[in-house]
Structure formats: structure tokens, C-alpha cells
């Protein structure tokens, strides 16, 4: 036996080139296996419910008879986490160093600045907690605090980004641990100059770039969205360019006031010199491009109008893009309208000019009977209906989105962030959130829902609970670059 699965490796080995973690190129990435089950971080902050946020483990094989149900669930150690986003140990930034192997997640609370580190490699199906970085190391160690984005690096390395510094004020930084031990090894960034805000970030080494991007002040928005903060210097608006070899920051590009660029992608291709952030508030999608002159420049390219209407917070209601996605293959851009409650594709084929080819309601804020009235709409004829699968009415609008390698299955949850969806969806506080799954039409472009998928985190053990980001055992377009 030993020396039958001895010489399966040599052959796998000589196969891929003794590879590493994920694939050689987003292109093979788009052959992988399909996704049997995937990670996502569930919340309990802001919903009356004293418990832990844990990872859920949930199947998503349609042949398996746990079809579209959480399967293991992790709890974390501590309460008032707010998990939020997730990384890699390694990806296929590491493919070609057969050392490594993507068999750690990495999980940074937003609120409480702490970070764990879950081992998935041993049972991927029951992941365990491997390790915790206390907020008090992550403050001392880095003068930073709200961790938010993990991305691994080629030297094996895992980079965070955050929000603000420990008090809460908006500082744009990066947490440095090492991939082998976990330890904190200090900040990213060098040089006096940092930017007002954090946020997501994404690298390029060939362009010898790295692009973040900023929300807003941390002790602001962590209690939820108050206008009053807009037009005071609360909310993001740059786009922060940084030397990669360096680590220094160089430049900064403004996408308007209160624009909140959140999501930031570059095209897959590790020669592409372009990408697209998606803005909340504002709700426009911009391009980024590298210039003749060797700068970065950005150009709105896509802008949802907002809606004239009647019983809400304000008398315009924005889309709210919360997340952003390119498909491996580089051709199709998708988003979420958190409020107005729709998912769009774009063929992104000519990048300046995106065109709509796909788009489906799954819930939102302007669905006909609600307590919003739109007086004024420049997209739509009349309200969405609302959106209700396998009898259940979904509450919240659609959030974070994932896309299948393959590109034919969109997935998608409905929690932001816990205070802000106690405040502008409270339904999701009561029921929870749920998980769908879209068809893509890959061909000619074209959205539909599947409507045999659901999981309802409103019917877990301990209570309804947020469910935010989704993540792939093997790696996906939102957590692999190529380098």
C-alpha cells in the first residue's frame, strides 16, 4: 500500500509539476472539481442571542442526501466577534512550492479584532480550531484594529487588512503573519504615509501594485448607518495605491464623496493591469487601469440610479453594491444591490464598457406591499414581487456572492453586518439569513434562480443566525491570485 500511493504522488508530482496549493492558472482553475461543500462565517452580534459565531460546514452536492443543509458547525471560543470575512493559509499564489498546502482558514473578527486559524485539512467536513491571535497582539504589535480582508502571499506569508487603529479611527494598514506558526510578524506597510480608511485589498506583483480600498471610520459604522456622518469625511472615497516591492503607499485615486469603494477585484490574468471596485453608497461600479504614464486612474463605467421613494430612511434609495465578483475566465463582472435587491451580470468582453446580461430579484427593500413606496424609478416598470422560495418569504436583500470555478452556479447570502442589518432589515434579526444559488447562463449571459436550493440559517439549533461570506475548500476567484 505504501508503495502503491508513493507512486500515485510521483505521477501526480510529475503531472503538475510537483504543484503546491490551487491551480497553475485561473483557466485550469475553471476545470477544478465541483464545490461539494463550502465554509461560511455565521454571526450572533446584534441579534439578542448570547452565543458565539461559528463556521458553518454546508453540503452543497446535489447528489448528497444533506443537500443544502449545514452539515458541522464550529463554534468560536468568545462572543461579539462579528465574523465577517476569510482566507487562506495558501493559494494558488503558492502553486509550485509542493511545502505548502491550503489546509488553514484564516478568520478576522471585525468588531473584536481577534483572528482564528481553523484547521480544514484534517476532516474538512469538521474543521477544528487550530489556533487564536488575541486583539491585545494584533494592537501592540501593529497599532491596527478592525481586521477585515486576508489574502495569502507567494512567500507563504498572510497579509490582513484593517479598518482603523485600535481606538477605532480610521487608519488603512496590514497585518503580517507568518504561515507556519501564525504569529504576528508586524505591519505590511512601510514608509510615514498611510491611508485615512481601510478596507479589501488585492495585489498584482507584475504591475508591482497593490490597490485598497476604504469604508469608513470604524467607531461610526460599527453601530450602524447614521446620514448625518455623510458629507463629514466618515465614509471612504479613495482608491489607495501602494508599491509592492516597497510597501509603501504612492498614490491615491478619488472615486467622489461618500462613494464607500468596498470590493475591489483585478482581472485574473496576473498581466491584466485593470480591475473593478464596486462603491455602496454611491452605487457605481468603477474600472482601475494602469495609465501610459505608469499611475493608476479609475473610471465609473456602471452606475445604478437610485429610486425616488416613500417610507424609508432617506428620499432616494441607492442600490447599496455590497459585493463584486469577475468570473475566472475574466468575461462576466457580477454584483449584489443589497437594497433594491437584485444580483446583476455584465459581459465585461470590452472592459470600459460593461453591458447587462443577466439579472434576478431575490429580495431587497422595494418589493411590492412592503413599507417602501417608489414614486420614481428609471430602471423598473413597477415594484418586485416579492421573493419567496420553497414558501419562505427571504428576508434581507441579496449580499455576498460567490461564483462555482466552472462559472455555472452563483451562490448568495443575505447578512451585510450585523448592526446594519438590525437597522435597515430587522426581519433578519428575527428569521436569520439564507443561502441561494443562482443558474448562470454562461454562454449568452442570463441569471435564474435555483429554486430546489435553499438553506435557512433561521432554522439552526441555537437560534437564527447571519450568515456572510462563502468560501470553497479548493479555492475560488474571490481568495486565489495569480502571481
Known amino acids: 500500500v505504501v508503495h502503491v500511493s508513493l507512486g500515485f504522488v510521483l505521477l501526480h508530482a510529475e503531472k503538475c509539476g510537483a504543484c503546491g496549493p490551487g491551480f497553475a492558472s485561473p483557466l485550469d482553475a475553471m476545470k477544478g472539481p465541483r464545490e461539494e461543500i463550502v465554509y461560511v462565517p455565521c454571526i450572533y452580534r446584534n441579534t439578542e442571542r448570547k452565543k458565539p459565531d461559528f463556521l458553518a460546514t454546508v453540503d452543497v452536492n446535489p447528489a448528497s442526501l444533506h443537500y443544502c443543509q449545514v452539515i458541522h458547525r464550529l463554534p468560536m471560543p468568545n462572543v461579539g466577534d462579528e465574523l465577517h470575512h476569510s482566507g487562506w493559509n495558501a493559494c494558488s499564489s503558492c502553486f509550485g512550492d509542493s511545502t505548502k498546502a491550503r489546509n488553514r482558514l484564516i478568520l478576522p473578527s471585525l468588531i473584536s479584532s481577534r483572528i482564528y486559524v481553523v484547521d480544514v485539512g484534517r476532516d474538512p467536513r469538521a474543521p477544528r480550531l487550530h489556533k487564536v491571535i488575541n486583539s491585545e497582539d494584533v494592537f501592540w504589535k501593529c497599532d491596527l484594529g478592525y481586521p477585515h480582508t486576508s489574502h495569502c502571499l507567494g512567500s507563504g506569508e498572510i497579509m490582513i487588512s484593517t479598518l482603523g487603529d485600535p481606538a477605532g479611527r480610521g487608519k488603512g494598514g496590514f497585518i503580517l503573519l507568518d504561515g507556519e506558526t501564525f504569529e504576528i510578524k508586524g505591519n505590511w ?146 454584483f449584489s444591490n443589497w437594497l433594491h435587491g437584485d444580483v446583476r451580470q455584465y459581459d465585461i468582453s470590452n472592459t470600459r464598457k460593461p453591458r447587462l446580461v443577466g439579472q434576478v430579484f431575490v429580495g431587497g427593500s422595494i418589493s411590492r406591499g412592503g413599507p417602501v413606496t417608489v414614486c420614481e424609478d428609471q430602471e423598473l416598470q413597477r415594484q418586485p414581487e416579492p421573493f419567496v422560495i420553497k414558501g419562505k418569504k427571504v428576508p434581507g436583500g441579496p449580499q ?49 434562480v435555483n429554486e430546489s436550493f435553499l438553506v435557512d440559517f433561521g432554522q439552526e439549533p441555537e437560534g437564527p443566525c447571519l450568515a456572510h461570506e462563502i468560501r470553497y475548500p479548493g479555492g475560488d476567484c474571490t481568495s486565489d491570485i495569480w502571481l
Open 400 to 448: 455576498m456572492i460567490q461564483l462555482s470555478l466552472d462559472g455555472k452556479r452563483l451562490y448568495v447570502t443575505t447578512s451585510l453586518y450585523s448592526a446594519w442589518d438590525k437597522q435597515f432589515y430587522p426581519e433578519l434579526i428575527r428569521e436569520g439569513s439564507v443561502m441561494l444559488q443562482l443558474d448562470v447562463d454562461t454562454e449568452r449571459g442570463g441569471l435564474a
Open 189 to 334: 506597510e512601510k514608509g510615514d504615509k498611510t491611508p485615512p480608511m481601510g478596507y479589501d485589498f488585492w495585489y498584482q506583483p507584475r504591475h508591482n501594485v497593490l490597490i485598497s480600498t476604504e469604508w469608513g471610520v470604524p467607531r461610526c459604522l460599527g453601530y450602524g448607518f447614521d446620514p448625518n456622518d455623510l458629507k463629514k469625511g466618515r465614509y471612504g472615497r479613495r482608491l489607495n495605491v501602494w508599491d509592492w516591492s516597497t510597501h509603501k503607499y504612492v498614490q491615491a485615486i478619488d472615486v467622489g464623496e461618500d462613494a464607500a469603494p468596498l470590493e475591489i477585484r483585478f482581472l485574473h490574468n496576473p498581466d491584466a493591469a485593470e480591475g473593478y471596485v464596486g462603491c455602496t453608497i454611491s452605487s457605481a461600479i468603477h474600472r482601475f487601469y494602469k495609465t501610459e504614464r505608469g499611475d493608476w486612474a479609475a473610471e465609473k463605467v456602471i452606475q445604478v440610479p437610485s429610486k425616488k421613494v416613500q417610507g424609508w430612511l432617506l428620499p432616494e434609495m441607492p442600490g447599496f453594491i455590497t459585493d463584486i465578483l469577475i468570473s475566472l475566465d475574466d468575461r462576466f463582472l457580477y
